[in-house]
């Protein structure tokens, strides 16, 4: 607005909100300019004064101000500042007729003016002088809070406010406030019930009337309950259905045979629907007996309306039914101000007639009975809500959508209504039309009850359903029927249903074919045939498409409320009554009502389609027609053209701003003449009024008119001078915009309702009703945003100064999409041809030259053909974004040209300029698509015409032929927006080609075909099946397609193929299409994938990276390829018809097979997780076979070869309670191995075919054993030895099963006590006949070595290896970051820190060593690092061979050598790695050599440190000890299970004795004896009776040896021991002093039996077993064996 100031800076202030007031509309008459130094924001106008707004907040008072004290006159000529408002900012001003009120900006409401009624809200004053604020509290919530105020509106003697929560606060006096109550006045504002929980938009109020605009509610879906189809007392079904030959009858007479039944949905009405269920919907139903009886007539009576329905049932009462009041029987009385009810009804059922329909053949009335009855329902109906006015925009207004026709009303929905009393789809019916109210005679226009006549109603149920509308229609609860809550029910319930049926009737047998389809489970299959016959959904013509929420759009669904006095009809419900609550006026369903204005005795309400309707008192004409009766809302009659945009009502005239022929807006007067001469007597003043509204002359001279107001007598107009042409721009933006929207309104009113009436509508279109369809809801869709659009700008020039706030701004991309569908559904429906389809019926409907048509289109083009001006007709809101586009470029010239907001306009001008010269493109496409398809030869049409299909080019004129083709062959090359299509035929048959084949231009790949050497303009063209060469005639012709080619394939992959690259998205068009890209593709050809749909990545023909192939039978893959195959990681699912399950894979592949690690789940519940390769299991793997249950649940682990066990495997044989650890061969035992079972048995020796044959050894529990042949399991057959746990032993030769009884012919010898040697050597030889250590688990560290790169353990080169293990980790980081839950945090640390390689130079030093070891502990910790694949899959088979079955303690030497066997082959990794590292034993450089204190404990020798010195159990046992020692350490505790019993027990029973004595029997001496010990931080004499506080360190220290894993970390814990110990000592003797093993070693013993560690014996065999060989003999080693001295002294001793 730059611009805009500075050319007027010196005047700025006048240049908006100049204010004129005038009164009547005689030509002398000259509007008065209020003069103030300020802009008028708004101004409000009472009986005699006036309020005004200014720019700042302020508010000013004129005219007759009697509540003045201070004034010498009441009467101000000038505007008097309201000072007493200075201090606050003003927002909203209201005039009463002789009060006032304001709204500030804090939501706080002040008033003044006369209070005698209670209109100010102040209590105990009858004048307020001066503006004083009054409290709006809601007392309901605790604390009561105070109620921020929107805007408020002044009457007589009430006042109406709108909160922020858009409910209603009402004070004052009368039946005007809408509150339950009859006590008057009300001093403090009051909620109006009635209306809350409604968003109501607007309120005013007339001198003794109120009226609300409240937008609609969202319809209920979710409330809907489920239909009642069985009987609530004999649960037999209600409704039962008869399949005839070509008919189906449905009967709803089921007679309750336990009495008659309440509906329970009927007793118990909801809560939010208030009495009204009770009254208006059990009323009908009470003639339960009637309809059953037809004899019995009683008169049943009816439940009286709560407050909220206090209005009489006779309201229902119109012009031409005179009589209904009385046959009704109702009466009421008058006080207070409401009307009190008693209602009650008479049925009369007339018994002929249900006799005449009892006789007739058919149980349906026939279709001229139908007629009849609608005819009589629709007399009923307003009168002229049928006649046809002069005005055909009049008749097209009123007439309904045919979608709405049979919705249901939204607080009844269908389900609840169908009730099994009497007739319960007559009930339907009625509940179905009684929604639609009013509007029941254009529902018959729009209701072809052909389809219907099938479901209506036996005779019997009529008069009883015109009772119940004529009880229905006044009744109304708190929920409404709004058009809305129809519109979306009906969509919704098309959605749900998709049920056929374009035309407007099919909705009734939706609702049927709903409720029938809910209500019964056995629906006959013939029924929904018959409900189902080709046809498209129905679709409402004014789509709830647009989210509103998401553009910042004003609702069109809306409802007007009035209550009040209605003596003058004046609340617009067709009667005089008065109405205490608000009530919905119905007649205003559906017309999109956007502003309402209460004059003191007559209303205005105005439409979005710049309609204005008026009612109540018409003595001066200011209803601005004749029409009567004025009970009801009317049309103001204007001019063809005039779009009114505000209006205003006073005491006896209307005021209206409208659009006219010019730019300036116009105003129009209707009611009263006012003279200027006050002295006229009172007869003159009479009589002169208008008929209809007049032009008031002197509009153009105040300028551009933003809003007007009335009150009293007087008019006012807020004015803006057109400064730098922004305010004409601005008008003429928001009247084209209005103009528009009536033009679409007149589209679907004069044109589409009238054809989708049309019985023949669908057959004539055959496949494209559903296009039309779609075109309707998208047409639907653009009109409803049009609306809200102008309704948006509408409301924006009343109160804005910039462009802030314009939606078609804010907004763009909303108006863009919206376009760009709605012109596809356009070029659909024109490309099938649609609109040649629709010239018959437009015929049929309109004539033969369908002048509507032609006056719609305003096509000025000559003998156009009707089916091109249907085209041209719907091709018109195109036009319109050019408008947008030059109106807003108009708008931008009033700012700097540097300006934001010049930039903000510029660039929404482009994006519709452009957006309408692409979809002018795309109607050109789709143009030249229809008129190929007419020229198109042959049947191919059918199958290729698509409605989103475009023609781009096509080679009937050969340009383009193929390479190396036949010579009689014909060749046509059809390019289409998603697809190739190349068609064949033979030379004498032209027009007709035989075959034809669709390339997918997603899978198509184009590439020209270099000219050198041949001269030919080729293009190799690549589909994912086929590959070849088109040759153009020309290089031009080759470039012209090439282009075509890729620009239509880029279309096709960004999912624009049907539209384009639309403007508005700011993509360019690239060169080329990528070579990499997403598609999807169903093969055809291909053996292997043949009728398989892959969906995924594709590089040039060929699915490469992620993607998903699907097989017909089932079978689906999804992961990654490589060159059309299967390579990398994948999921693959095979169905298993058997099993009725499926086989599943997850895992690694290579060339289309499994190849590498995955597990593999088959359908019979087996589960395979190890190696595979070319489809076979084959390497380490492990297979579960059979849950626990199941009759063989196993584990096998170990190697496979080609699907079969070979190799060195474990069995665990869960059912037989065995396990085998030992050779395979082709799944069986073959080769050395060993059992072991739960009773303790074990064997070891040869297997042969899955048997124990050949020599082996077999030992029991009690240590029998035998040695010798054997031929089966557990079978003996041949020589042997069996020698008893005592050492005498047989040998012969045996037979028999182990344990059954053997037959034995051999000798018996009895070793004398000199031969013990002999068991010895027994012992020595077990696991002599098992499986080497070297041998186990070559398969596993084969696969590490070739993770590594290398095909054989040790050959390969280090930084290939390096390579390898970078790739792995980074491949498993970029899964790990697709989903992120696999790893941790600190795995996720663990991985970073691995890609750091260990490096050194020169020969390995102390520190270099300490770095590898710290690198290996991490590698060892993620399996994602191939040492930590490996040591995790170590330590899961060796618990798998030591858990369980495989704990015996016979086991423990193969368990131990399987551990160091581990550590030699790992080293052999690591030193491969690090080729630098020394070798076992070997010493690292430059070794530091660090002082000890090993000199006080007097020993000589120093071992070497372990740090110094290279051994595999240094390096790697703290890695892998710790995750094996549960099984080991299980083994040793069996192992020595004796030894440690006996020591335990003397641990025991030495302990018994208190320190002193224990010390004395042990022999230490008494020099080393404690006399003071620390206990709990005192210090305390050792007395005889002290226990266990001696050497108490010392002690607990060598406790933690049971803490600990690695032998090494053990040895630390008994040196920390001596170390305790020589402490102690060294404070007891105070001088340096060396240990004698004579004196340490008592002391020492004393230690360890205090300790009291049980297993002692294990934790010695443990450091014994594996103890590193460098310490054995140094420092350590002596240490060690002093403890194990200790633990056999512990063994051996006796007490005595």
């Known amino acids: ?225 489920p239909l009642v189809d069985k009987c609530g007392h004999c649960h037999q079904l209600l409704y039962t259905m008869t399949d005839k030959e070509d008919h189906v009858i449905i009967s709803d007479g089921h007679h309750c045979p336990l009495g008659v039944e309440v509906d329970s949905t009927e007793a118990k009405s909801d809560p939010d629907q208030g009495s009204l269920s009770k009254q208006g919907r059990n009323s009908p139903e009470s003639s339960v007996t009637s309809s059953a009886n037809p004899a019995s007539t009683t008169p049943p009576s009816s439940t009286p309306a709560t407050e909220c329905q206090h209005h009489s049932l006779a309201s229902s009462q119109k012009p031409g039914e005179p009589a209904m009041k009385d046959s009704c029987g109702l009466g009421g009385t008058v006080t207070n101000g409401e009307v009190c009810v008693e209602a009650s009804e008479t049925t009369t059922i007339e018994t002929d007639s249900c006799k005449a329909t009892g006789l007739k053949s058919s149980p349906y009335p026939d279709e001229q009975a139908v007629k009849a009855y609608l005819k009589r329902l629709s007399d009923h109906s307003l009168v002229e809500h049928t006649a046809k006015t002069s005005s055909t925009l009049h008749s097209a207004q009123i007439s309904s959508d045919p979608a709405v026709c049979f919705a249901s009303e939204p607080f009844i929905p269908v389900a609840q209504s169908v009730t099994p009393m009497g007739s319960a789809l007559n009930n339907l019916v009625a509940s179905c039309a009684s929604a639609v109210g009013e509007r029941v005679a254009s529902t018959y226009e729009a209701l072809s009850l052909r389809k219907v006549i099938g479901y209506w109603v036996p005779g019997e149920g009529r008069e009883r359903l015109e009772e119940r509308l004529r009880l229905e229609e006044p009744m109304q609860g708190k929920k409404s029927s709004s058009l809305g809550d129809i519109r979306e029910e009906e969509a919704e319930l098309s959605r749900r249903l998709s049920l056929p049926g374009l035309l407007s009737q099919d909705n009734a047998e939706a609702e049927v074919k709903a409720m029938l389809s809910t209500a019964t489970p056995e629906v006959s299959p013939r029924l929904l045939r018959r409900t189902s016959r080709t046809r498209g959904r129905p679709v409402p013509l004014t789509s709830g498409g647009i989210s509103e929420s998401d553009a910042h759009l004003p609702s069109l669904q809306t409802e007007v409320w009035s209550w009040g006095r209605g003596q003058e009809g004046q609340l617009g419900h067709g009667d005089l009554l008065p109405r205490p609550q608000p009530v919905c006026i119905k007649s205003f369903s559906g017309k999109e009502v956007l502003r309402v204005a209460a004059g003191a005795s007559h209303s205005l309400a105005l439409t979005t389609q710049s309609q204005v309707f008026s009612w109540g008192c018409n003595t001066s004409g200011q209803l601005g027609h004749m029409e009567s009766p004025t009970n009801f809302p009317h049309l103001t009659k204007l001019s063809e053209g005039i779009r009114v945009w505000d209006i205003g009502a006073g005491q006896q005239h209307t005021l209206l701003l409208a659009d006219g022929d010019c730019m300036q807006p116009i105003l129009y007067y209707s009611g009263k003449q006012v003279k200027e001469e006050q002295e006229e007597t009172a007869e003159e003043q009479t009589g002169k009024y208008t008929q209809q509204p007049v032009l008031l002359p002197f509009c153009m001279n105040l300028g551009y008119v933003s809003s007007v107001c009335t009150g009293g007598q007087t008019c006012a107009a807020l004015a803006d001078r057109n400064v730098m042409g922004f305010k004409s721009s601005l008008h003429e933006l928001a009247a084209a915009e209005r103009k528009y929207y009536c033009k679409l309104s007149n589209i679907k009113n004069l044109l589409l309702q009238p054809l989708l009436k049309l019985d023949s509508l669908s057959s004539a279109l055959g496949q494209s009703s559903g296009l039309l369809q779609n075109l309707i809801g998208r047409l639907g869709r653009l009109s409803q945003l049009t609306g809200q659009n102008s309704a948006s700008l509408t409301s924006f020039l009343r109160r804005s100064r910039d462009i802030r706030g314009i939606v078609l701004l804010d907004d763009a991309h909303l108006f863009l999409d919206t376009y760009s569908e709605y012109c596809s559904a356009v070029g659909d429906f024109l490309v099938m041809g649609g609109f040649q389809a629709l010239v018959k019926p437009c015929q049929d409907v309109f004539g033969k030259g369908a002048d509507v048509v032609q006056r719609l ?338 584990v096998f682990i170990g190697q496979w070869q080609y699907d079969k066990k070979s190799g060195y495997g474990v069995f665990d044989d869960i059912t037989r309670g065995e396990k085998y650890m030992g050779m395979w061969l082709d799944d069986q035992r073959q080769g050395n191995g060993v059992v072991v079972t739960q009773f303790g048995l074990y064997y070891e020796g040869a297997f042969s075919n899955n048997k124990m044959m050949g020599t082996g050894v077999l030992l029991s529990e009690d240590d029998t054993t035998f040695e010798g042949e054997f031929s089966e399991d557990w079978t003996l057959n041949g020589k042997g030895v069996l020698t008893m746990p005592n050492g005498d032993y047989i040998e012969g030769s045996f037979n028999g099963v182990w344990g059954t009884g053997l037959k034995i012919s051999g000798s018996y010898y009895k070793p004398s006590l000199y031969d013990s040697d002999k068991e010895k050597t027994h012992f020595n030889k077990l696991g002599r006949l098992a499986v080497h250590s070297e041998e186990k688990w070559k398969a596993v560290f084969v696969e590490c070595w070739d993770r590594l790169g290398c095909d054989s353990p040790g050959q390969g080169e280090t930084s290939t290896a390096w390579d390898n293990i970078a790739i792995a980790l980074t491949v498993n980081r970029r899964q790990q970051r697709d989903s992120p839950e696999l790893l941790s945090r600190s795995h996720h640390k663990t991985l970073e820190s691995l890609e750091f390689i260990p490096q050194h130079v020169g020969p390995v030093t102390l520190e270099v060593y300490h770095t590898i070891r710290r690198y290996l502990v991490k590698a060892c910790d993620t399996p994602l690092h191939p040492l930590g694949r490996l040591v995790e899959t170590l330590v899961s088979v060796y618990r798998m061979t030591y858990v369980g079955v495989g704990a015996n303690r016979r086991l423990l030497p193969q368990a131990v050598n399987e551990i160091q066997s581990y550590l030699s082959r790992i080293f052999q990794l690591v030193r491969f790695l690090f080729p630098d590292l020394p070798d076992e034993g070997g010493s690292l450089a430059e070794p530091r050599k660090e002082k000890t204190d090993t000199d006080t404990t007097g020993k000589l020798l120093e071992s070497p440190k372990p740090g110094c010195v290279v051994s595999s159990s240094a390096l790697l046992l703290p890695v892998l000890l710790p995750r094996l020692y549960p099984p080991l350490f299980t083994l040793y505790a069996l192992d020595k299970e004796k030894e440690d019993d006996v020591y335990w027990e003397c641990v025991i029973r030495l302990n018994k004795q208190p320190d002193l004595a224990l010390l004395a029997f042990l022999g230490v001496q008494q020099k080393f004896w404690p006399v003071t010990v620390t206990l709990h931080g005192e ?74 560690i049980r297993n002692l014996g294990s934790e010695v065999s443990l450091i014994e077993d594996l103890m590193d060989p460098c310490v054995q003999h140094g420092e350590h080693g002596i240490m060690f064996t002093t403890l194990k001295a200790s633990y056999y002294q512990i063994q051996h001793e006796k007490v005595t």
């Open 1 to 225: 607005m730059e611009k805009q100031k500075s050319s007027g800076e010196e005047d700025s202030s006048l240049e908006t909100g100049l204010l004129h007031t005038w009164k009547g509309y005689s030509y002398s008459t000259t509007p008065e300019r209020v003069l103030l130094s300020r802009p008028v924001i708004q101004a409000a106008l009472g009986a005699r004064h006036g309020v005004l707004l200014v720019e700042g907040g302020q508010v000013y008072s004129f005219g007759e101000l009697p509540w003045k004290q201070n004034q010498a006159t009441s009467v101000a000529s000038e505007p008097v500042l309201e000072a007493v408002l200075s201090e606050q900012r003003v927002v909203f001003v209201a005039a009463g007729s002789a009060h006032s009120g304001v709204v500030t900006e804090d939501g706080g409401v002040h008033m003044w003016g006369d209070n005698s009624h209670g209109q100010c809200g102040l209590l105990g004053l009858s004048v307020i002088p001066n503006p004083t604020p009054v409290g709006v509290v809601d007392s309901e919530t605790t604390p009561s809070q105070s109620v921020k105020i929107l805007e408020m509106a002044c009457g007589d003697q009430h006042t109406l406010a709108l909160s922020a929560k858009h409910e209603v606060w009402a004070w004052g006096s009368g039946c005007q406030l809408g509150l339950n109550t009859s006590t008057f006045p009300v001093w403090k504002p009051q909620k109006v019930e009635c209306l809350a929980g409604k968003h109501v938009l607007q309120v005013d109020c007339g001198a003794s009337h109120s009226l609300a605009l409240v937008r609609c509610p969202p319809s209920p879906q979710e409330s809907r309950k």
């Open 1579 to 1652: 210090k305390q004499q050792v007395l005889s009776n002290t226990k266990d506080a001696c050497f108490a360190s010392a002690v607990e220290t060598l406790q933690q040896i049971s803490t600990t894993f690695t032998p090494s970390d053990k040895l630390q814990v008994i040196q920390l021991t001596f170390e305790e110990i020589t402490q102690e000592v060294l404070a007891l003797l105070k001088q340096d002093f060396l240990w004698s093993m004579d004196d340490l070693f008592p002391v020492f013993l004393f230690v360890v039996l205090r300790a009291r």
């Open 857 to 1194: 289109s305003e096509c000025s083009e000559e003998g156009l053909a009707l089916a091109d001006i249907l085209a041209h007709l719907f091709y018109l809101p195109i036009k319109h974004l050019h408008e947008y586009g030059r109106l807003l470029l108009k708008l931008a010239s009033c700012y700097d040209p540097s300006s934001v907001d010049y930039q903000k306009l510029q660039d929404a001008s482009s994006k519709y300029e452009s957006m309408a010269l692409h979809l002018k493109r795309r109607r050109k496409e789709a143009e030249y698509t229809l008129h190929f398809w007419k020229s198109f030869p042959g049947k191919m049409t059918d199958s290729l015409r698509k409605a989103s299909r475009r023609l781009v080019c096509e080679s009937s004129n050969k340009a383009l032929t193929l390479q190396n083709a036949g010579r009689f062959s014909v060749n046509w090359f059809m390019l289409f927006n998603d697809a190739l299509v190349h068609a064949q035929g033979m030379v004498p048959y032209k027009s007709f080609f035989s075959t034809h084949h669709v390339f997918p231009l997603a899978t198509l790949w184009v590439e020209p075909v270099s000219e050198d050497n041949t001269g030919l303009y080729g293009l190799k063209l690549t589909s994912p099946e086929e590959s070849f060469t088109l040759l153009a005639s020309s290089s031009a012709e080759k470039a012209k397609w090439l282009r075509s080619i890729n620009q239509a394939v880029e279309q096709a992959l960004s999912g624009l193929g049907h539209d384009g690259i639309p403007p508005s998205t700011g993509l360019t068009q690239r060169a080329d299409p990528p070579i990499s890209r997403t598609a999807s593709y169903t093969f055809y050809k291909d053996s292997r994938l043949k009728e398989a749909t892959y969906e995924g990545r594709w590089v040039s023909g060929k699915p490469h990276g992620r993607g998903v192939v699907k097989w017909p039978d089932g079978r689906m893959y999804t992961g990654a390829f490589k060159n059309g195959l299967e390579d990398g990681f994948g999921d693959y699912v095979v169905p298993n018809k058997t099993q009725n399950t499926c086989d599943h894979y997850q895992g690694q592949w290579k060339d289309g097979k499994m190849h590498g690690f995955g597990t593999f789940r088959y359908a019979s519940g087996e589960v395979y997780e190890g190696s595979f390769q070319d489809n076979m299991r084959h390497g380490h793997g492990m297979l579960r076979s059979g849950k626990l249950n199941s009759t063989s649940p196993s």
